[in-house]
């Protein structure tokens, strides 16, 4: 096994908690591969606008099988938590080691549609 990672910010873009949003990601996480562990994160990176953004996040950790199967359901569950917390971006580093900013604007209009 190896190990994926998706990083959830803890407030929106608002300021609004997303409590409700990490506890549903925890628990999709555990039904989907049996257990996760969360840790504090502080994300940074600067906008299209040269706005350096510094915020805090949790990060889950999963143990995983490194296939495009799991690959392709964290992406999924990176681009439904993305648009549910009205982000633009996701950060997922899945089980092969490969790291991805997940653009989740795209998911969010599909799902509007």
Same mark, same amino acid.
């Given at each position: ?6 990083? $959830?910010?803890? /407030?929106?873009?608002?300021?609004? %908690? ?9 628990? %999709? $996480?555990?039904?989907?591969? !049996? ?16 706005? $350096?953004?510094?915020?805090? !996040? ?15 359901? $964290? ?8 648009? /549910? ?11 092969? !080691? ?16």
């Amino acid at each position: 096994m190896r190990e994926a990672r998706i990083i $959830l910010p803890k /407030l929106d873009n608002n300021g609004s %908690d997303l409590s409700f949003a990490h506890a549903a990601l925890a628990r %999709d $996480l555990c039904q989907t591969w !049996g257990g996760a562990t969360a840790s504090d994160t502080r994300g940074m990176w600067v906008g299209y606008d040269g706005t $350096l953004y510094d915020e805090p !996040g949790t990060a889950y950790d999963v143990a995983m099988e490194a296939t495009e199967e799991n690959a392709a359901k $964290l992406k999924a569950i990176a681009e439904r938590y993305g648009a /549910l917390c009205q982000q633009e971006a996701m950060y997922v580093r899945y089980a092969c !080691g490969t790291v991805e900013i997940v653009d989740t604007r795209r998911a969010a209009a599909a799902s509007a549609a």
